[in-house]
């Protein structure tokens, strides 16, 4: 039960291949993957579909964010999180470190927590992403979020949405976690104010309340 | 002798109060309360998890663009030349500024008299900002960084406090390396020791903590005209105002900081930095906002720290317990520019024990690295991490129990202010029901030094330690002034212009207004922090903003009351001293008349019925001051050195408990943070070359949420101090994490009979030593 998932780097069918997606991780000038997402048709990235794409280029696609589906241009560079935060309003998911060790970026990537800081925009395509924000009805705060407002799982409220997003991943597949677990679950977001205690009731609470 | 508030080092910018003895005080809230007291949720509860919230990270605005800073990557260099044209010529970038744009680097201070400029020749210490830059995305500003050409003169450096003073030390400046030097005392320690029967004497070290809050520090600039506003993540606009206003020589009235959110600060941004004034001074050049916020390992870098320290303590006491003399040397180390390296570093040591013969003495002293910044109660952390103890060797060393050797040293007042006298009996009372809820007595019989089977010689061990504190600065007073604006269907606005930083300011402040009117908390509209549109508030540090705003806020409800028995006496044809309140409506002395404040005739006419409150002075001969005991158990493992924190039981008294849950999760945070202070956290400055080596949360260890104690309990002093103020309440943020340090380093003690005397207390420090006196397993 521990997110070993979150911090590796998923292989998945729609991902560029490792080669290309260290040529675009570069600066300056970088090397991009026209994947099928992209509708170039092929089924993965090799030599001859390479395009060689400036600092500032930009490529489009399609990110499936909440349930909707956003189309928008991004370097191949471009951090999920930047994208989410600066380009779509989406300010849930914080900047706390911007290399995957501090968790207030966490989002859910096909309902498994993930940080958007390590994971490319470009990545994400194909994916269902989910950040605090999706997890609302209307005004209405989801069981989890209304669970750290009453146990005040929070204090500054920085690393909070990410908080809310790792115990989201936990419960959707442990919905009856122990203390232990979800001490496990919660490792890979830090809480600065050291709020954790108040943290772990919070997921007790939402665990008790998504079961009734 | 006794010092006056001085503020630390005129960081946390204390006022001094006017004369006492405000009028006609107001009646005490007394036992019975409805809100006051409750586990209210906050009241922005739904801001801070759903997204909602704005913090100043998370500002965009109609074209706005990057900026970006770069820092010296040495020690300690000149800069030798700078060559931005490269970076100047890349596409989306719009300013590059550095000492070469001229009318870009404006006089600079870090404070203690230094007079310098935003970008200098001479860089004192790794990070020092020597260029700027703006773009129209974080990747593109990063890569004009890259190109810029920098050449440095690399210089000599001293990194390490306890070398800087040495005769070959090379000088951070050129009048040598000490910063400061003071010192303090009473009595005669030389006869205090000589009628001693036991002398103690040790060494402690503690390493530089860092503040490190979530959200980076950062702000957004954006000007109209000639009109500045700042979204800056911040303790304190007005403070933050003040500053950008002088290095860039505007009227206050034309600079407007925002900080409605602070992602965590510490103490880390009671002030500004560098990167306020670059973005300002770049986005008026380029009449774009720009959002610069720093990188995790800038702020490592450069947003401050807790300074590394040095201390020598020397303590006597009769055979009794008595303690006969305290004789405390201390250095630390402010960093390049003299920033409170020894801020009430002595403090501990001379007011926390009852001792009438001490000695203190004091060195700040200059290193090259990042000046020093106030972080969570500066200098009683560390002073408490060598007096707590050295009570616990000497309750070994006079055979008798750690609980009862403190408490035969509790002072009635505060020895470090002439023996102004406490308003309370709070650091007894926290001791003593402290041990009480923690079950010390039994727990140290039970823990002390065996198996966790009982067995005795098992590889892993408990232990059981203590330490107490108080805290001086938990008092508050003027300047505040906030406005109450009731509304006619009886729901409130309050304006105050104080941060909530987390600690749950608003949500006190609207139970306070809830408290006085018979509302609900969370009919009560809280507009804080923005000196265009709130109220002037010092900045939220020193655990002073719920003592300073509360007693203010209630003064702006009982100014709205007064006019509102005015419209009932009216109304009911009453002499107004027949009038009283009862919850949200008022009646006649007699019982025999009532009516809401919602039907208020004059209230319903005028819509709106304002009260103005200002924060009085406080009483000034007592002391007013909030105390902690701390009490943990540990599991330690021999043979690796690991410490399992097993649980812990935190008992403040800091008056009344106005919020319940906010109190509790304020006992939780001090604990984490002062077991990162005690276990994992320490700055490692690299010997050959003087840079930063953990500049990142991978090296710099934070607690995570399996570091922290399995158990956290809260158990408050029931205790409301009316003396204190009108809402009986003092500071608890700092005292909650004061002698969390010690009273695990105790409980290591207590473990293993290992005696950890230098920060962090992690398994290779601690295995080490276990192996050193019980010889390679």
């Known amino acids: 039960m521990t997110d070993d998932t979150r911090d590796g780097h998923r292989s998945g069918g729609q991902e560029l291949s490792r080669r290309a997606f260290i ?46 589906s956003e189309r928008l241009l991004v370097e191949p560079r471009w951090s999920l999180l930047f994208v989410l935060r600066e380009r779509l309003g989406l300010t849930a998911a914080k900047v706390g470190c911007e290399r995957g060790e501090c968790g207030s970026c966490t989002v859910l990537l096909d309902d498994v927590p993930r940080y958007a800081c390590m994971t490319l925009a470009v990545e994400a395509v194909g994916r269902r992403i989910e950040t605090a924000e999706g997890l609302m009805d209307g005004e209405t705060l989801g069981q989890v979020q209304a669970s750290f407002v009453k146990e005040d799982g929070l204090q500054c409220g920085y690393c909070t949405p990410g908080q809310v997003m790792a115990a989201e991943g936990l419960l959707r597949r442990n919905p009856s976690p122990g203390r232990d677990e979800i001490r496990h679950a919660m490792s890979g977001n830090l809480c600065r104010c050291g709020a954790y205690a108040h943290i772990f009731n919070a997921v007790e609470d939402a665990a008790r309340h998504r079961k009734g | ?52 919230a704005v913090f100043p990270s998370d500002v965009v605005l109609p074209g706005m663009v990057y900026g970006a800073m770069l820092g010296s990557p040495h020690a300690n260099a000149r800069v030798k030349s700078i060559d931005t044209s490269a970076a100047e010529g890349m596409a989306g970038v719009y300013a590059v500024i550095s000492r070469n744009t001229g009318d870009a680097n404006p006089a ?15 860089c004192r210490f790794e990070g020092e900002a020597v260029a700027a830059v703006a773009a129209d995305t974080p990747y593109r500003a990063a890569d004009a960084l890259r190109a810029i050409v920098v050449e440095y003169e690399e210089l000599p450096f001293v990194s390490d406090v306890a070398h800087a003073l040495d005769e070959d030390a090379p000088g951070v400046h050129a009048d040598g390396n000490l910063a400061g030097e003071s010192e303090d005392g009473r009595g005669d320690v030389e006869q205090g020791f000589a009628a001693a029967d036991v002398v103690l004497e040790r060494n402690f070290r503690v390493g530089s903590q860092m503040q490190t809050p979530l959200e980076p520090h950062g702000c957004v600039a954006s000007w109209d005209g000639d009109r500045l506003t700042v979204w800056e993540s911040t303790q304190g606009v007005f403070a933050i105002q003040g500053e950008l206003a002088e290095v860039l020589d505007m009227p206050l009235a034309r600079v407007r900081v925002i900080g409605h959110y602070v992602g965590g600060a510490f103490g880390s941004k009671l002030r500004t930095d560098k990167y306020a004034v670059a973005a300002a001074l770049m986005a008026r050049r380029i009449n774009r906002p720009v959002k610069l916020f720093l990188t995790r390992e800038q702020t490592l870098l450069t947003q401050g720290n807790r300074p590394a320290t040095l201390m020598t303590l020397k303590v006597g006491a009769k055979k009794d317990g008595t303690l006969t003399a305290i004789h405390f040397e201390g250095t630390g180390a402010s960093g390049a520019y003299k920033a409170g390296g020894t801020s009430l570093l002595d ?86 029901e402290g041990a009480a809820a923690f079950g010390w007595q039994q727990a140290r019989a039970a823990g002390k030094g065996k198996g966790v089977a009982g067995k005795g ?30 509304y006619v269907d009886g729901t409130a606005n309050l304006n105050m212009g104080a941060s909530d930083i987390g600690t749950g300011t608003k949500t006190v402040m609207a139970m306070v207004v809830a408290e006085e009117f018979g509302m609900d908390p969370d009919a009560i509209q809280v507009e804080h922090a923005d000196t265009a549109t709130t109220q002037f508030a010092t900045p939220s540090g020193g655990s002073k903003t719920v003592p300073t705003e509360a007693p203010t806020v209630r003064r702006a409800c009982l100014a709205v009351k007064d006019q509102l028995m005015d419209m009932a006496a009216t109304q009911l044809g009453r002499p107004r001293q027949e009038i009283r309140f009862a919850g949200d409506r008022l009646e006649t002395t007699d019982g025999l008349e009532t009516v809401a404040i919602t039907d208020l005739d004059a209230l319903k006419n005028q819509k709106v019925v304002v009260g103005i409150g200002e924060r009085q002075p406080n009483p000034d001969d007592v002391s007013i001051t909030p105390f902690a005991a701390q009490f943990c158990e540990v599991e330690v493992n021999t043979g690796t050195g690991e410490v399992r924190l097993l649980r812990m039981v935190g008992t403040n008294e800091s008056g009344r408990v106005i919020n319940r849950l906010t109190w509790d999760g304020q006992l939780v945070g001090g ?73 695990i380093a105790n409980a290591v003690y207590d473990a293993v009979g290992v005696r950890m005397l230098d920060t962090p207390i992690n398994p290779e420090t601690l295995v080490a030593r276990i192996d050193l006196q019980e010889g390679p397993q």
Request: hydrophobic share 35%.
């Open chain 1, 23 to 68: 040529k675009t991780s570069g600066m300056g000038t970088v090397a991009f993957a026209m994947g099928p997402a992209y509708g170039a048709g092929q089924a993965a990235a090799d030599e001859e579909t390479e395009t060689r794409l400036e600092a500032g280029e930009t490529v489009p696609i399609t990110l499936h964010i909440n349930g909707r």
């Open chain 2, 1 to 52: 002798m006794a010092q006056e508030k001085e503020g630390i080092e005129g960081q946390i910018p204390f006022t001094q109060a006017p004369d006492a003895g405000a009028e006609g005080e107001p009646e005490a809230w007394g036992e019975r309360t409805r809100v006051v007291g409750e586990r209210h949720p906050r009241v922005d509860g739904y801001e801070r998890v759903s997204g909602a």
């Open chain 2, 108 to 122: 600079w201070s870090y404070g203690g008299g230094h007079q310098g400029r935003l970008f200098e020749d001479h």
């Open chain 2, 347 to 432: 403090w501990i040591a001379k007011d926390l024990y009852r001792c009438p013969n001490v000695r203190t003495h004091l060195k700040d002293v200059y290193i090259n690295a990042q000046p020093a910044r106030p972080f969570r109660a500066p200098g009683y952390v560390q002073g408490s991490w060598a007096m707590d103890q050295m009570m616990d060797e000497l309750a070994a060393e006079l055979a008798m129990d750690p609980v009862a050797l403190r408490l035969k040293n509790i002072p009635d007042g505060s020895q470090a202010r002439d023996d102004k006298p406490y308003t309370t009996d709070g650091l007894r009372r926290c001791i003593e």
């Open chain 2, 457 to 486: 010689e098992g590889h892993v061990r408990r232990g059981v330690g203590m330490a107490a504190a108080n805290w001086y600065v938990g008092d508050g007073g003027p300047p505040a002034t906030v406005i109450l604006r009731l």
């Open chain 2, 671 to 743: 604990v984490t943070m002062g077991a990162g202070f005690a276990q994992t956290e320490s700055r490692v400055l690299d010997g050959p070359t003087g840079k930063l080596c953990n500049k990142s949360w991978h090296d710099y260890k934070l607690p995570t949420a399996l570091d922290v104690p399995d158990e956290v309990v809260s158990a408050p002093v029931m205790l409301n101090d009316e003396e204190a103020n009108i809402v009986g309440a003092k500071g608890l943020g700092e005292p909650v994490t004061i002698p969390t340090g010690a009273a």
